[in-house]
């Protein structure tokens, strides 16, 4: 083997170890069995098979492809499995990896790769687990300030301990192949600093794939932490409805409470049944049939305040989208700004039109009112101002859900009336 085939093999190995650790980074199964905090006995063989699978061919290809020995990075993945997984599973890994070897007639491999195994598992419950994420072979880039910070404030580096323990390994590993030939798989070279490349290879490959997967794992927990900022998002606008329609909805009862105290109560019972229900754990879809379910109880209220002579309820509904799922208490601020806004400056009241219709894969529903409308000019858009808190939080509460997918419109007519027109998915959003 000459030294310029090694230098060759060490600069294909960087390619091969990126590429490898990318193609696994692009696998779902991959992603949440790695980065789960804890796995079950069957999850970790799951785990140790998106490894062993590839890399054991590899040390096959080593052994029968002349010259292709860039394939074998058996010795530094079973280090990731050490520092990653455990000692246990990376002795098991480092027993299948060198099944092919052994074939080939190199006996060390086996004992070799359950001792690396071993200790890398050792060094990895040693070594914190932020501390190996962000491992690199470039202790500092200053060796002046690395070695006055240790002489200030004597400690174990452990990033450095980690890149001394891998290059002692690969040194051994040379030393072995040098003592007993072809029994243990090493790159041997003529040249000193060719043979000093070789022992800072292992570390800059460990390191590679550590800095692909630590990218990954900073990305997934930014996804993680804007999927919980929409959730506290949401749960803060859902919040912001329940005090508003409260406080609407106490002072029609008080408005009774001395001139018709038996509606009074009537109403009463109604805001306990719709405040057991905003009591409850709410998930953040319901089903269609849920939703009006739960605003016949608000609009019961309105009805009583009003007059059943003055407040007019029509329904054209669809029974092909009662089972839709859509955003939990959708209708009722809209609704609310219906009568609040629309009949309730009118003296002779009006009427109150729900509407749903399932076209195609989208779900159209509407909430109409023959008031004294909303000013002279139409609101359309996820991002219009509608009139009144209600209005606004549906139209938020919109764009967190389903982003572009959902359409909300507004057409007000002074004098005739407006209409909230939703178009959402009736599937929900991925």
């Not at 091969?16 to 990318?22: F, G, K, L, M, Q």
């Not at 009139?387 to 389903?402: A, P």
């Amino acid at each position: 083997m000459t030294d310029r085939l090694i230098l060759i093999t060490l600069l294909v190995k960087l390619g091969v170890v990126a590429s490898v650790a990318s193609v696994l980074a692009r696998a779902s199964t991959f992603r949440r069995l790695f980065f789960a905090e804890r796995r079950r006995p069957r999850q970790t063989v799951a785990l140790l098979a998106f490894f062993l699978v590839p890399l054991t061919l590899g040390v096959w290809i080593r052994t029968s492809v002349p010259n292709f020995l860039a394939a074998d990075i058996s010795f530094e993945t079973i280090i990731l499995l050490g520092l990653l997984i455990g000692p246990r599973w990376a002795m098991l890994g480092g027993v299948i990896l060198s099944a092919p070897a052994l074939h080939h007639g190199e006996y060390l491999s086996l004992p070799f790769n359950a001792a690396v195994g071993l200790l890398s598992g050792i060094l990895g419950s040693f070594v914190e687990r932020e501390e190996i994420w962000s491992f690199t072979p470039f202790v500092d880039l200053s060796l002046y300030r690395w070695v006055r910070r240790i002489l200030r404030r004597p400690r174990i580096d452990r990033q450095f301990l980690m890149l001394f323990l891998i290059v002692a390994a690969e040194a051994c590993r040379d030393w072995l192949a040098r003592a007993f030939p072809r029994k243990l798989f090493a790159l041997v070279a003529t040249q000193l600093w060719v043979q000093v490349l070789v022992w800072l290879s292992a570390p800059i490959v460990v390191g590679i794939a550590l800095k692909v997967w630590n990218a990954l794992r900073i990305e997934m927990k930014l996804e993680e932490q804007k999927h919980l900022l929409l959730e506290a998002r949401l749960d803060a606008l859902q919040r912001q409805i329940n005090p508003h329609f409260l406080f609407n909805t106490l002072n029609s009862i008080a408005s009774l409470v001395r001139v018709k105290p038996e509606l009074a109560r009537e109403m009463t019972v109604k805001l306990a049944n719709i405040l057991r229900a905003l009591l409850k754990d709410h998930d953040t879809y319901v089903p269609l049939r849920s939703e009006l379910s739960f605003t016949d109880d608000y609009l019961d209220i309105e009805v009583v305040r009003f007059g059943a002579d003055k407040l007019h309820v029509e329904k054209e509904i669809d029974p092909n989208t009662l089972d839709v799922l859509v955003p939990s208490i959708l209708l009722q601020p809209l609704i609310e700004n219906s009568i609040k806004h629309g009949l309730e400056p009118r003296i002779h009241g009006g009427t109150v039109t729900l509407r749903s219709k399932l076209t195609g894969d989208r779900v159209l529903i509407e909430v109409a009112d023959d008031g004294v409308g909303m000013g002279d000019r139409p609101l359309t858009g996820v991002h219009s101002n509608g009139n009144g808190i209600g209005m606004k939080n549906v139209q938020e509460r919109l764009e967190v859900l389903y982003g572009a997918q959902a359409s909300f419109k507004v057409v007000s007519n002074p004098g005739r009336g407006t209409l909230v027109s939703i178009e959402i998915p009736a599937d929900l959003p991925l």
